[in-house]
């Protein structure tokens, strides 16, 4: 039963263009969502999060929206270099659960060509 | 800032062996969580400590176990080692939020 998804297994972006990565849910009780970023042979990094209250979230080149009704969020990365080449996971963590369990989905791997 | 660390960072056991992976948590932070993650997918919740409690566990046998120390450190204890269990290990450090920051990792292979 794989409660977060990410359908796209990987991404190619030329430089300087916008990448979307997309995920999504199936559990309601998600209340609080978090992307994170892998690079070979490292932990997962924290980008950014998002909490069921908003529907955006910005940081810099990245930016997270979630439509609640859907069941989806995406990040985008805008503009997107070369060093954004890596894994990307999106994280759900449910009601209640503040500092609890994450689930994360498959992951996404992103290519930015120069 | 130190960061969370993890060690080893290679282990190689054989099947039925018995492993112990370490884990150092972020300064201030209280709360730490395991983490599975094999090949291709994403990571998969173990169990999470707070205050040397287990605070939570993901869908893992019990030859899984843990330990919290009062320095806030864990150990992650794995017995009667199986193929499956080959793996990379995370541990994450947290303090009492969801953005939980993650150490490099233990690349378990049994074998």
């Known amino acids: 039963d794989q409660q977060v998804k990410q359908n796209s297994p990987s991404l190619s972006v030329q430089e300087g263009r916008i990448s979307i990565l997309n995920c999504d849910y199936t559990n309601s009780m998600f209340d609080y969502f978090l992307w994170y970023k892998k690079y070979p042979a490292e932990g997962p990094t924290f980008l950014i999060s998002i909490s069921s209250i908003k529907d955006k979230n910005e940081d810099g080149r990245f930016t997270v929206f979630l439509n609640k009704s859907a069941k989806h969020l995406s990040l985008h990365i805008v503009p997107s270099q070369p060093g954004d080449s890596a894994v990307y996971f999106c994280?759900?963590?449910?009601?209640?659960?503040?500092?609890?369990?994450?689930?994360f989905g498959q992951g996404t791997e992103l290519s930015v060509k120069p | 800032e130190t960061g969370v660390t993890q060690s080893p960072t290679h282990l190689i056991k054989t099947r039925g062996q018995q492993v112990t992976l370490r884990c150092s948590s972020q300064?201030?932070?209280?709360?730490v969580s395991w983490y599975q993650q094999a090949l291709g997918q994403g990571p998969q919740f173990i169990f999470q400590y707070y205050r040397e409690e287990e605070n939570g566990r993901g869908n893992f046998p019990p030859r899984f176990s843990g330990l919290q120390f009062p320095n806030y450190s864990s150990e992650l204890n794995v017995n009667a080692l199986e193929l499956d269990d080959s793996a990379l290990y995370l541990c994450a450090s947290s303090l009492g939020t969801a953005e939980q920051y993650f150490g490099p990792g233990t690349r378990l292979t049994v074998t």
């Open positions: 300064s201030g932070h209280n709360t």
């Open positions: 994280a759900a963590s449910a009601v209640g659960n503040q500092g609890g369990k994450l689930i």
